[in-house]
């Protein structure tokens, strides 16, 4: 499959970030301080290593054979059976992925926002959108991260920043937790929030420069990292440990207690909450890409307009099964621990089976003399 190098280093950065980024800010502090109470803080950072080393993995990888995903190079590394397998249930676990995120983005809207509207509906319009924005290309696909990029970030980051004033650093002792319960359970929950860095399997092949791949990697990933590290310390330092545990969505808490300066909106739950509907939109976006696009790979297929709507009905079976919040945030943990085996463990083995075999992609050569 031919792909159009036409993605630069920083639209690279910003897909990783806008794709990480998403449903999870709201309920990532309250996984934490299950975990290691005051602690969370360092269970977030050591679960963003955790991911990082995912990333490092995936792009050297890419950078290792650069005009091929890994549903492709994967065939030529462990062979085409054993890896058409994996394939098939990391395409399952995407699917997943988009089920859970849009079942959550729906309980969020229906008891935060629009009382009176049908958890399904909610549910169904979010996976309509990602399905008819899913059927752009890989250039139209960053156009869109591109766009909503700065929606996503910046106030984000005003909002946590402003809300650092009302913290306390006596929540935050002591720094390794107070007799933390789960400190490795929390820590692989944590590093399941960065698994939207899979997206860099389909993005280094649309890369101009794939051998810049890496610094697009770690610009991507350290910003959602320290903005998800500073929301945990903000939380936490401003309602303490176990006052946390009592609330859903500790981040939507928090925005309620932040103004900005000198009264000019007195609360900023509002304006949060239209900042995370776009990056649900932008991380759905991201997983049923990869869950469509990756399909019509593995069945070799020239596009994968297909297989837009073709999932949605599965995916939406999925979504509505858990019977209630706290049953889907169970789930979640679950299949997000689980999913480490995918994007962590197997790009582990393909990349030590690449060494040991000094497996490179003869594309190597063509991309380096067309620089």
């Given at each position: 499959m ?29 996984f ?19 991911g ?38 990391i395409i ?21 926002v ?9 549910v ?34 005003l ?77 936490v330092?401003?309602?303490g ?14 925005a ?73 945030y ?42």
């Amino acid at each position: 499959m031919e792909h159009p190098r036409q993605i630069t280093v920083i639209q690279a950065a910003i897909i990783l970030i806008s794709t990480i980024i998403g449903v999870g800010v709201l309920a990532l502090s309250l996984f934490a301080v299950r975990a290691a109470d005051s602690g969370a803080p360092l269970v977030t950072l050591l679960g963003f290593l955790i991911g990082l080393l995912g990333l490092w993995l995936l792009t050297k990888l890419g950078m290792r054979f650069p005009a091929q995903s890994i549903i492709e190079y994967s065939e030529d590394l462990i062979g085409k059976w054993p890896a058409r397998g994996f394939s098939v249930l990391i395409i399952g676990f995407f699917c997943l992925l988009t089920a859970l995120a849009s079942r959550e983005f729906g309980e969020v809207v229906v008891t935060s926002v629009l009382s009176k509207t049908p958890l399904e509906v909610t549910v169904i319009v979010m996976l309509l959108l990602a399905a008819v924005s899913s059927r752009a290309d890989i250039t139209t696909f960053t156009y869109f991260h591109h766009f909503y990029f700065p929606i996503i970030v910046f106030p984000a980051l005003l909002i946590v920043v402003l809300s650092l004033k009302n913290a306390h650093v006596i929540n935050l002792l002591p720094l390794w937790g107070n007799e933390p319960s789960d400190m490795s359970g929390g820590i692989l929950t944590m590093a399941a929030l960065f698994q939207g860095s899979f997206v860099m399997t389909i993005v280094i092949p649309a890369m101009r420069r794939p051998e810049k791949a890496m610094v697009a990697g770690y610009i991507g990933m350290v910003i959602p990292g320290a903005l998800y590290t500073l929301i945990v310390i903000a939380t936490v330092g401003v309602f303490g440990a176990e006052e946390i545990k009592k609330l859903v969505w500790p981040t939507l808490e928090l925005a309620k207690t932040t103004s900005l300066p000198a009264n000019i909106l007195e609360r900023l739950d509002g304006a949060f909450l239209a900042v995370w509907v776009t990056a649900v939109f932008t991380t759905l976006l991201s997983t049923y890409y990869l869950a469509i696009y990756f399909s019509s790979q593995l069945l070799r297929l020239r596009d994968h307009k297909m297989f837009a709507f073709f999932l949605v009905p599965f995916i939406y079976v999925i979504a509505m099964f858990s019977q209630n919040l706290l049953q889907l945030y169970e789930i979640i943990q679950i299949v997000g621990r689980l999913g480490l085996v995918f994007t962590v463990a197997y790009p582990f083995v393909l990349f030590v089976v690449a060494l040991i075999r000094k497996k490179k992609s003869r594309g190597d050569q063509l991309v380096a003399k067309s620089d």
